[in-house]
């Protein structure tokens, strides 16, 4: 049974950081690619980074670009978001995701966490 656990989340000032974790059990981790998400209330859940199965390729939504860097270890099978510079936009719950094909997991992952809130305050 694979399951994906979010941890890290939090209430956060404007311009503040924050680091999410993603555990992942039940999978062979390092065969995945792996991707956060968010989604706030009453809107369609949005792609925010992706990494592949060994960190060699990242990409990022434009709205955080430059701002949040994906990583992973996986040793510890975990992939982990650093988020900076937060706005008050970046207000929504987080998810982590999985697929085994880093071209796919942005777009249909197959493996889902159950989220975890992130509030930026102004």
């Known amino acids: 049974q694979v399951q994906l656990v979010e941890s890290g989340g939090g209430l956060v000032q404007a311009g503040g950081s924050l680091r999410l974790s993603c555990t992942a059990s039940?999978?062979?981790?390092?065969?995945?690619?792996m991707g956060w998400f968010r989604q706030a209330p009453g809107k369609e859940r949005e792609f925010v980074a992706a990494?592949?199965?060994?960190?060699?390729?990242?990409n990022y939504a434009d709205s955080v670009k430059d701002r949040f860097t994906i990583s992973r270890d996986n040793a510890k099978n975990t992939v982990n978001l650093q988020m900076n510079s937060l706005k008050p936009e970046d207000t929504d719950v987080y998810y982590c995701?999985?697929?085994?094909?880093?071209?796919?997991?942005?777009?249909?992952?197959?493996?889902w966490g159950q989220g975890t809130q992130v509030t930026v305050s102004s």
């Open positions: 990494i592949s199965w060994n960190g060699g390729s990242t």
């Open positions: 995701a999985s697929h085994r094909l880093y071209s796919v997991v942005r777009r249909m992952p197959d493996y």
């Open positions: 039940g999978l062979t981790f390092s065969s995945y690619a």
